[in-house]
């Protein structure tokens, strides 16, 4: 397992050694041990989630104002644009975003820390979407910031207009939204 810096110091990718041979492959997804001594974070993670999004299906931006998640996401079959924003107030990043395609193939995973907005694009007629959470989901806490808000510039790569849910389709633009200290 390795660590590829983002442009985002604490928002990192994690390429896992993957073994194969014609049989097929393996790869260790999470070691506890191995995780904190790359990242320097022992986390402990609570809720596993699991999404199928059809291809053109967008997700996001979400993040918990409260209970705040860090994640540690992966594609384990199709592919997805990954995209991270900062949301931290006193963070030298706030605004800015990173777009990682993360695939079945490629096997990369990224780590979110909490402070982040979280979204992706589903870029292959499915997409299986897993991700670890350090804190559990509660709807009440729950935040969206608009995919499409054109003070974050980010470049979806869209080929037609993206599906989203109506939740999402309120999300609010970063100025007006609720933000982390």
């Known amino acids: 397992m390795r660590l590829i810096h983002t442009a985002i110091p604490d928002l990192l990718i994690i390429e896992p050694k993957v073994f194969g041979d014609d049989r097929g492959f393996f790869f260790e997804s999470f070691n506890r041990r191995r995780f904190a001594e790359l990242t320097g974070r022992d986390v402990d993670f609570v809720q596993d989630n699991h999404s199928r999004s059809a291809q053109n299906v967008l997700r996001g931006l979400h993040y918990q104002v409260q209970h705040p998640q860090a994640k540690l996401v992966r594609v384990v079959q199709g592919a997805v644009l990954d995209v991270v924003v900062d949301i931290r107030k006193d963070s030298p990043a706030f605004g800015r975003h990173v777009a990682v395609e ?30 670890k959470t350090t ?47």
Not at 107 to 128: N, Q, R, S, Y
Not at 138 to 154: G, K, N, S, T, V
Not at 159 to 181: H, I, N, R, W, Y
Request: hydrophobic residues 45%.
């Open 102 to 131: 993360l695939s079945d193939e490629n096997k990369l995973m990224m780590w979110i820390p909490e402070g982040f907005a979280h979204g992706f694009l589903a870029l292959t007629e499915t997409a299986d979407f897993l991700y």
């Open 135 to 181: 804190d559990y989901w509660f709807p009440e806490h729950e935040r969206c910031i608009r995919w499409d808000d054109p003070a974050l510039a980010i470049d979806w790569k869209l080929q037609a207009a993206p599906m989203v849910s109506g939740k999402d389709a309120q999300g609010k633009s970063l100025t007006e939204a609720e933000l982390f200290a």
